[in-house]
C-alpha cells in the first residue's frame, strides 16, 4: 500500500542528494503551460464570451452570464446548513484572529539628522482569489484568502470557482455561502486557467486585477506561472502534502489517520513518515489497511495516493537524521510526532506549516487552527512563505533629506556613482551643490 526507504546507516547524504532520494510527486508545470497558454489568450480577445464557451467544454454547463447574481450569494447563505454555517463562521473568527495580528506599522528610520527612511506597507489595489471546485468544494479555501486580503486592507476583492453543472452553472452553494459570511459579492463562475486568464487581463464583467492567489491543480499553476510578471501570484501550488517526523512514541492510530487525510485530497497527494522505529512503521502499515477500507474515496485518490511514487516510510537512524530529511523535503504540512515535539518543532527550517505533538493534526489547520492553509509545495518551503496578510502589501520606502544631510553625505554617493562608471548619477548629487560636492563632514 506503501513503500519504503531505508536511509539508515551510510545511506543519508547530504543536500541535493538528499532531496534526490526522497519521494516527490510528478507535476509537469511547463507542459500545462503550453496547453493553457491558447486558452488564456482566447479570454484575452473574446473576454466573457470565452470565459462562457470554455464553461460549456469544461464544465458541461451552458452560462447566460459569468458573475454570479447577488440574489444567488444571499440564497445560498440563507439554504446554508446551520451546523455548517456555525463551522465557518468559527473558522471565520479564528482565522481572523491570527491575520490581524500580522498587520504591519510604518516606521520612520533616522539615518542621520535630517535624514530619514519611512517604510509604510500599501495594499495592493485588486486581487483575485480562486476557489477550487473539481474533486471537492473548498469553502475553507475561500476563507483563507478572502480573510488576509481583508486584514491587509485590499479594497477591491473578487472571487472564481468553477461552474457546476448540479447547481445551475452556479458555482457550488457553500462557496457562494461562504463568500456572503465574508462580505464578499464579486464572485464569478470561472474555473481552472480560465478563472486566472479572466483575471489576468480583465472581461466585459470582470475588471483586471493587480494579483491572483489561492490553490488549484495544475491548469492553474501554469496559467500562474504564464501570467508571472503582469500580475503577482502566491505560488504555483502543485499536490497536497503531509510530513510526519514520528519516534517510537506516536501512536500508528493517528500517524496512519493523518497519512489517509492527505491522500484523500487527489491520487497525486503525498504522504510521507519520517520515522527511526521499525515498530511504529510496521504498525502503521498494519494501520492503513482497515483506516483505508473505512473511508471513503478509496480507489479514485487515496490507494493511487499512497502506492504512487510521492508517498513512503522513510526510515532513519534517529530524530537528528529525521530532520536533516523533513529539512530537505520541505513539506507543504509537517507534523512533529516525538518525545518533546515543541522542542524538536523548534529546529524545523524548512516547512509550510509545522504541526505539534499527537493534538495538532493538519486537520486542524486545514479548517480552524487560525493559520492559513494555502502553503508552499514541491519542496518551496525552502525559499517560500504560505498565504499571510504580507503576501497582499507592498513595503514601499520614502526617503527624506534635508540640504545639510545631503551634503553630509554627497561625496559618498559621487564616489560610488563613479566607481560604477556612472558619472551620471554622481551628477545629479553634484548640481545640487553648484557642481562642488562638499567632503565628507
Known amino acids: ?107 520612520t528610520t533616522q539615518v542621520v539628522p535630517g535624514g530619514t527612511v519611512t517604510e509604510k506597507w500599501v495594499p495592493v ?27 491587509a486592507g485590499v479594497p477591491s476583492v473578487a472571487l472564481a470557482s468553477p461552474a457546476q453543472a448540479d447547481f445551475g452553472g452556479l458555482p457550488h452553494p457553500t462557496i457562494l455561502a461562504a463568500c456572503a459570511l465574508l462580505g464578499v459579492d464579486e464572485v464569478y463562475a470561472a474555473g481552472g486557467a480560465t478563472a486566472v486568464a479572466m483575471f489576468a487581463y480583465g472581461t466585459e464583467s470582470c475588471p483586471p486585477a493587480n494579483m491572483v492567489t489561492g490553490p488549484g491543480n495544475i491548469w492553474v499553476a501554469a496559467a500562474k ?59 502503521v502499515e498494519k494501520e492503513l489497511k482497515p483506516q483505508v477500507e473505512a473511508s471513503k474515496h478509496v480507489e479514485e485518490r487515496i490507494a493511487p495516493a499512497l502506492a504512487g511514487r510521492q508517498s513512503a516510510i522513510v526510515l532513519v537512524d534517529g530524530v537528528e537524521e529525521g530532520l536533516r530529511v523533513v529539512d530537505a523535503y520541505g513539506a507543504e504540512h509537517l507534523e512533529i510526532q516525538t518525545a518533546d515535539a515543541a522542542a524538536v518543532a523548534e529546529r524545523v527550517r524548512n516547512a509550510g506549516a509545522v504541526f505539534v505533538g499527537p493534538w495538532s493534526p493538519v486537520s486542524l489547520g486545514d479548517y ?35 540640504e545639510d544631510a545631503l551634503a553630509e553625505v554627497a561625496h559618498t554617493v559621487v564616489t560610488l556613482a563613479e566607481a560604477e562608471d556612472l558619472p551620471a548619477h554622481g551628477a545629479a548629487i553634484k548640481a545640487r551643490f553648484g557642481w562642488k560636492v562638499p567632503e565628507n563632514k
Open 1 to 107: 500500500m506503501i513503500s519504503r526507504i531505508d536511509l539508515r546507516g551510510d545511506a543519508l547524504p547530504e543536500g541535493p542528494a538528499l532531496r534526490d532520494l526522497l519521494p516527490r510527486a510528478d507535476f509537469d508545470v511547463a507542459a500545462a503551460l503550453e496547453k493553457v497558454r491558447p486558452i488564456c489568450e482566447d479570454v484575452h480577445h473574446r473576454g466573457d464570451a470565452a470565459l462562457i464557451d470554455f464553461a460549456e467544454r469544461f464544465d458541461g454547463v451552458k452560462l447566460d452570464q459569468v458573475r454570479v447574481p447577488a440574489a444567488a450569494l444571499e440564497r445560498a447563505l440563507g439554504e446554508l446548513d446551520p451546523d455548517v454555517r456555525a463551522a465557518l463562521e468559527e473558522s471565520i473568527r479564528r482565522a481572523r484572529l491570527v491575520h490581524r495580528a500580522q498587520r504591519r506599522t510604518t516606521h
Open 368 to 402: 480552524a487552527a487560525g493559520s492559513n492553509h494555502v502553503l508552499p509545495t514541491g519542496g518551496c518551503a525552502c525559499h517560500s512563505s504560505g498565504l499571510s496578510v504580507q503576501s497582499f502589501l507592498r513595503g514601499i520606502h520614502i526617503v527624506d533629506y534635508t
Open 225 to 283: 506561472r504564464y501570467f508571472t510578471g503582469k500580475i503577482g501570484i502566491d505560488a504555483e501550488a502543485g499536490p497536497t502534502e503531509i510530513a510526519i517526523l514520528a519516534d517510537s512514541t506516536a501512536d500508528p492510530v493517528h500517524v496512519a489517520a493523518d497519512l489517509i487525510s492527505q491522500a484523500e485530497h487527489d491520487p497525486l497527494a503525498a504522504a510521507v513518515l519520517v520515522t527511526d522505529s521499525t515498530d511504529l512503521a510496521d504498525a
Open 125 to 151: 489595489d485588486r486581487v483575485g482569489l480562486y476557489a477550487p471546485g473539481g474533486r471537492a468544494v473548498y469553502p475553507s479555501s475561500v476563507i483563507m484568502n478572502v480573510v488576509p486580503a481583508q486584514e
